[in-house]
């Protein structure tokens, strides 16, 4: 298993980015490539490039604004858990996506998209 790290400072205020971060069921919104998303339960099931991905959310924490949610079907990986945080940083926010997945190179491929939807996330809050 490897852990990988992407993060982006917004100029949001952290409830604003919280927000928008903290819906399980809203990353269609925001992210790249989400063609749908629908939450049954604790899962979500995403539609992206003709892939249907199923999430189950872990955890939920808006007093530390942190998500926490793994891959269970529709994606090649032994194991997946990622967490994103949204944390104050001077007039804005910080935001941390850390993800824990094997094979390795899936960490590293997950990073990547991690990294570009947090750029989207960013052009998204800040118009």
């Keep these: 298993m490897a852990e990988r790290t992407a993060e982006i400072d917004v100029e949001g205020t952290p ?3 919280w927000a928008l971060v903290g819906d ?3 990353i269609a919104g925001w992210m790249p490539g989400m063609e749908s998303c629908r939450v049954e339960g604790d899962n979500r099931i995403l539609e992206t490039m003709g892939m249907t991905i199923t999430e189950k ?3 939920r924490d808006d007093a530390t604004r942190a998500i926490t949610y793994g891959i269970v079907d529709g994606v090649p990986v032994e194991s997946h858990e990622a967490t994103v945080t949204v944390t104050p940083s001077g007039s804005g926010s910080h935001v941390t996506w850390v993800v824990d ?3 390795d190179e899936m960490a590293d ?7 570009q939807s947090l750029e ?7 118009g």
């Design 109 to 115: 491929l997950m990073q990547s998209v991690y990294q």
């Design 120 to 126: 989207a996330l960013k052009a998204h809050v800040e």
């Design 57 to 59: 959310l872990v955890s």
């Design 24 to 26: 399980f069921g809203g």
């Design 15 to 17: 409830e604003a980015v």
């Design 101 to 103: 997945a094997a094979p």
